[in-house]
């Protein structure tokens, strides 16, 4: 017997293993995004488990543990909001395409820097390759509330061409902060 | 004699009894990598089925009742974990991401290049005594320690924002200057030379006119470390160049000034297919 009958049988194993990985990310993602808790539900989860944890301390990672890590994730998105005062409201993404190398995403999200409010939808490609995982952004579409401002709008749509998402959030903080100011100042004087 | 012949029967009857072992061995590893294969295939095909079927919920086509018809604490707590996590990847996005840490906040700045997302860098600040950064992963030749003596203690965002525009205008003119030699490299003669920050960039590259090549000697500099276009571009062709490649000189360094390295090179082979 030799060993090629083996390799057949082991390069199937593996193909299965790798297909086995993808269908399993490909169903975990679609749950993710195809669920939705509100606030409440995930507040009365909470108690649930701390209720359940005094009770008892045997088991896989403790309910303190998740609800630790719950609590600095939450932490941190908080600090990142108040910090560069992009606060998002909603966030929706669907997962379109999943390969090995290769996944694509839609995303939709709507939120507000200071008084200006903003809804995005794009498509984010993230490619595996040998080292690293590169990312691009395709389809851009953005909309602003900024009412009269023309040069607002020319901005928005070439950034939307260059999918220049990067940009138009970094301009969209400085915008923002002005705008504010320029408000304030208005009300001031009136 | 005998003994030579008895000693001969005994070592084929021992090799004999190793080759049986070592086929059982075979056999069996053969039996156990089909059972294997097959249990794969079982798990794979019910994996599946259940994709298919969210698939199909999905789309409105089937009333199926989802898996999470009773969501345990357990598996809502798990949902909003994933569901917080996926908002500070679209952080990532913005350019200015991060985290807390027990002694202050370890910022990410990340690049990008239109829609192409680059390296990203990272910053460790310490808010006690003062705001100071511990570590940083920010290379030498951005000015990091000027921006900070600027900057860091009074506004630590705007700090990060000129920190961010230098990092994506250096980002930016190493991807146009990537983006050349890797996609016109046919058009390139030698080599590009370019520094660390990527600001000053010289090459040759060939123009022909008359079915002749010229070479153009571009030098190309970046007088603002936070723009990725040039301030000051010099072309030169050699002293046997038709007057008409000096016009095209000309043309082309108003281009290289006004558009990106690889799509000023991009409208050049448009043209030239014209």
Known sequence: MDNSIFQVYEDEIQSLEEEIKLLTEKYEDSQQESTFFSDEEILMSIKSFQREFQGESKGHQSPSGLIAQLESLEADLSFLMKFTGIRFTSHFKKTVEKTRNRTVRKHRLSGNCYSLSFQLEFQLLEMQNKENVSAAITDLSITVESGEDPGMSKFVSSTEEHGNLLTFFRSLSSYAEWYEHRRYTFLHFK | GVFAHLEMLEVQA????LKQEEMKQQEEKLAWLKA???????????????????????LGKEGVVSDLAQPSARAVLEWKIKSVKAMLEVFYLTGISGKLTKEGVCFCISTAYEGTYLDSYYLHLLIKPEVQICRHSVPVFIPLEQIAKKYLQTDIRRFLSVLSNHLNAYAGRRYQADQLQEHFSDQIEGTLQRNSLCNLLVFNYNMSSKSKTFPFNVRLLYGDLCCSLPTKVTISCTPDAPASLAETAAAHSDLFSRVALHKAFRSFAGAEES
């Open chain 2, 14 to 17: 021992r090799e004999a009894a």
């Open chain 2, 36 to 58: 294997r294969v097959q249990e794969l295939k079982l798990q794979r095909d019910e994996l599946q089925a259940k994709v298919d079927l969210q698939q199909k919920a999905q």
